[in-house]
């Protein structure tokens, strides 16, 4: 029996699932059949392991607490090796003894050096046994999860809390047509405070701004130093905090561009590391690199990435362009709305005019604009979707704004509180 292993587990037993603020998740979406390894992904911080105490709890409600067990590898007791995973059925079932079905829950497990060989083999041999993981890294994600486990694996990835969560968390339960209601100066409040502040759940739950602030740099140095530093074994920290920074103050994002700004600095760079690094952040879910949309792959490589970020929060406290730009933090704040609904994302790019996103599979175009009070900003963001709307073909477009609402040339007008509490239903675009 491995000791360490069998404390941890005694530990889960006695004090169980916290207490918690469940979130949105469909937890008919987790089947019994057909039998899949259930994997969380997202960025360090994000709630996956409450998440997972979320389903836990649901569980618990049909089967034997006996039966399920929790165990977060970033426990320093457990030995980060192959040997920790092997030992851990057999240390359960000598403690507590052999149960009819066993539904482990792993959490932070890619930090063990070959963890999906050890989950293959179990998935395969052992029908009596669920696995569910979790991990700050995209290498449990449906895009890169490892070969071994493909066909094996359901994938769900986990964001910072949505708007309808945040309000939740917040205790506020929007009125059934809060546009004519009292109580939507609140609302507004709430939406600037979602957009300042972010989304991570600990944030939100505090309430003096200073904290919430030393959190959130505290996030970030964290995840730089763990998921970033440490698991890639980058050699100058220094390095790539200054480069980025720069992502954090540039909308664009070039190679050759960030190349010669970082030698300007004093950073004796090459392409090839600053591209290493670009997808070290966005493997941990950290930053996000968006291409323009075209058919052409060359012209995909050759014109800038937009950048965006997985909380708005980094965008508030780290950069120094963006802290009083509430229109970049809406447009975050869109592109993170979108991930977590499902959705492919470029941007469009033609002769004097851009789109912020092009949802290519739904045919949609969506334009951030905060204020468009003045007529001719709203003719030029409006005259940007008519021609995109034309270059492709399509019908669909939206202008999502701060609060105005209404219909132009068949293009939807839409607040931005409106458009981040649509999704409440399970409704579509």
Known sequence: MNENIARVLVEWQENWTPE?????????????KPRKVITFAGCR??????????LINELSRRIPKEEIFYINFEDERLEKKIETLTELIPTIEELFGKKERLYLFLDEVQNVPGWDSWVRRIHDSREDVRLFLSGSSSKLSSREIPTSLRGRALTFEVFPLSFPEFLRFKNFEVPERVEFSGRKAELLNLLREYLTYGGFPEVVLVEDKRIKAMIIRDYFNTIIALDVVE????????????FIRLLLNSEYFSLSRAERTMRSLGYS??????????????????AFPVEVFSPKVKLRIQHPKKIYFVDTAFLTF???????????????????????????????????WEVDFVLPEEETLIQ????????ETMERELRALRKAKRFFGWENAKLITWDVEKKVDGIEVVPL????????DGRSL
């Open 20 to 32: 918690l603020i469940e979130r949105d998740f469909d937890l008919s979406l987790v089947p019994e």
């Open 45 to 54: 911080r994000t709630g996956k392991t409450y998440l997972m105490f979320q």
């Open 231 to 242: 698991r890639y074994k980058v050699r100058n920290p220094e390095e790539l905090r200054a």
């Open 269 to 286: 760079v090459s392409k090839a590391t600053l591209a290493n690094y670009l997808r070290y952040l966005e493997e941990c879910y950290f």
């Open 318 to 352: 780290l950069s120094v362009k963006f802290s009083e730009d509430i229109g970049r933090l809406m447009e975050n704040a869109v592109f993170i709305e979108l991930l977590r609904r499902g959705r492919d994302v470029n941007y469009a790019l033609g002769e004097n």
């Open 368 to 375: 951030v604009s905060y204020d468009v009070s003045r007529p």
């Open 417 to 424: 509180w409106r458009f981040l509490l649509d999704h409440r």
